[in-house]
């Protein structure tokens, strides 16, 4: 079993629609998650960042952990054609320590 | 809003042939980091590094590989004798972690072709 694991579409959706992104995990030693957006040959660049179970919201952005389920999803509202790039997720043990990555969601978002 | 930046964009090397990356991390953070994304993969961690030791590493950084800090700003990724299969994108990125936060904001990459 990976240790994460991240469906890799391509989400197609219409402009204004709410995204659902997510990923699940088999170590339970996670305690840190991030979401990253990276744009085709780019670096991933961070998008939210959450430590206990719960949700957590940045603008049009909401990052939800389930720590029980192993599962954690970002939601995106009112989508729109520039949020299109790859979603990566990636958690850690501990402060300072590597990150693990999905292997990312491609999403598309037509005008 | 400070960055990471990395050196050069993008580099050509044949097979065998040493290569170092540059990156300069964002300048109060403490923990630095490269990974690696090899075309259509996942990004791979490869090494961290703090108070000028590495930290941890993963398998793939072997004995070809090694990191240093040569001065207050650079961190480099150096391989020693480059393999085809060392072709990818190189990411470095930085960390403050103090206070039991872990963001790290990563570079743009450099892309290194091995021919």
């Known amino acids: 079993q990976k240790e994460v694991e991240q469906d890799p579409g391509p989400l197609s959706v219409p402009e204004g629609a709410i995204v659902s992104l997510n990923c699940t995990y088999s170590n339970s030693a996670f305690q840190y998650f991030m979401w990253y957006r990276q744009y085709s040959r780019k670096g991933p660049e961070l998008l939210m960042y959450?430590?206990?179970?719960g949700n957590k919201e940045d603008g049009r952005f909401t990052a939800q952990v389930d720590k029980s389920s192993k599962y954690i999803s970002l939601f995106i509202r009112d989508s729109q054609p520039s949020d299109s790039a790859t979603y990566l997720c990636a958690m850690t043990h501990n402060a300072g320590n590597m990150l693990t990555f999905g292997g990312g969601t491609r999403l598309m978002v037509k005008p | 809003e400070p960055e990471v930046t990395q050196t050069p964009s993008h580099q050509v090397t044949q097979m065998g042939q040493e290569v170092i990356l540059r990156c300069v991390p964002i300048s109060n953070h403490l923990y630095f980091y490269w990974y690696r994304q090899i075309l259509g993969q996942k990004v791979e961690f490869l090494v961290s590094?703090?108070?000028?030791?590495?930290?941890?590493k993963s398998e793939i950084f072997d004995d070809q590989f090694s990191v240093e800090r040569p001065d207050g700003s650079n961190f480099t990724l150096k391989i020693r004798s480059t393999k085809l299969e060392d072709s990818a994108m190189y990411f470095c990125?930085?960390?403050?972690?103090?206070?039991?936060?872990?963001?790290?904001?990563f570079g743009p990459g450099t892309r290194l072709t091995v021919l």
């Open positions: 590094f703090y108070n000028n030791e590495i930290s941890e």
């Open positions: 990125a930085s960390s403050d972690s103090s206070g039991g936060t872990d963001t790290q904001y």
């Open positions: 959450t430590y206990s179970s």
